[in-house]
Structures are given as C-alpha cells and as structure tokens.
C-alpha cells in the first residue's frame, strides 16, 4: 500500500503513527493495511487532536502507534493489541509534564468531554514511562478503562 498524503490529522503525520525503532533494527514492514490506516485516522482525529488542543497546541510524541504483528511480536507486545489495528498510540507531552500528570489529565479530559474511548494506560517499564490511548478495542469495544501497568502489575486507575 502507497503511503497516503503526509498527515493523518493536522498535527499528525503518517510517518509519525507508523514510526517504529523495532521495525527499522529488524527490518521488518510496518505498513499498515487500508483498514488500520482507517483506523489511524480516526485514533488521530477523535483522539489524539483533541487531546493536543487541550495541551495548548503543546506537541506530542508519538513512541509507538501502529505496529504490525510481526513487529509487535519482536517487542513482546500482547497479541490483543490494538496497535495492530491501527487503535492505539503510546504518547508522551514533556512541555505538558511527567507521564503520569499527562496520563490523568488525558483520562479527565476524555471522560468530562464525553469523547469515547477504550483505553487511558500510564504505562511504567523500568525508567520508561508513557501514556497508552486507545480509541476502541479490537472486538469493537470502548470499555472507558483507566489503569496504570507498572513493575508487571495492572491497577486500576492513575496510580
């Protein structure tokens, strides 16, 4: 599949929601298939551009946003993830703050503006920190959870 026109949302660019280091080490292809790209736009465009509103226009790093299987399973992703789906993007907003402050404030700013989601996860792996936003489950779902995965433990809520 050729890659579409440069951005995926004003402030959002295929490239960006493609990137990753995993696929590039490995060499592995992590061009996503015409309906994850549908869903990448929609991740960008419900989601992500609203968040970034929110923030002031402040910008956002996208660490991790569509990853083909393959390149999931290199990373020891889930392989219920929605990232092979082109349905989650791991991000972070050092001019908003630390990780967790983003996290809470996104889980806030999506529930008191009624925007539907599935997933707000402040995700802690050794100094690694980020916030994991997910439009909808791959099943189709927007369950509203907010948790918080450190050490290999889930918990619910921003904790």
């Known amino acids: ?3 579409p026109k440069k ?3 004003p402030n959002f660019t295929y490239a960006s929601m493609i990137r990753s ?3 590039d080490r490995l ?3 992590n061009t996503p298939d015409s309906n994850s790209l549908k869903n990448l736009i929609e991740l960008c465009k419900t989601i992500l551009e609203p968040i970034r509103k929110a923030v002031d226009d ?3 790093t996208v660490s991790s946003g569509y990853r083909s299987p393959r390149v999931n399973t290199a990373i020891g992703g889930v392989t219920t993830s929605a990232h092979c789906h082109g349905l989650a993007a791991d991000i972070t907003c ?3 703050g630390e990780p967790k402050v983003f996290a809470q404030f996104v889980a806030n700013f999506l529930k008191e503006n009624k925007i539907p989601f599935d997933q707000v996860i402040y995700e802690h792996i050794g100094n690694a920190k980020w916030v994991h936003v997910g439009l909808r489950h791959p099943n189709g779902k927007q369950r509203g959870q907010v948790l918080t995965i450190k050490g290999g433990n889930t918990l619910v809520g921003i904790v």
Do not use: H, Q, Y
């Open 27 to 29: 060499k592995l292809d």
């Open 7 to 9: 951005n995926l949302s």
């Open 1 to 3: 599949m050729a890659a």
């Open 21 to 23: 280091n995993a696929a």
């Open 94 to 96: 050092p001019r908003f």
């Open 58 to 60: 402040n910008p956002i």
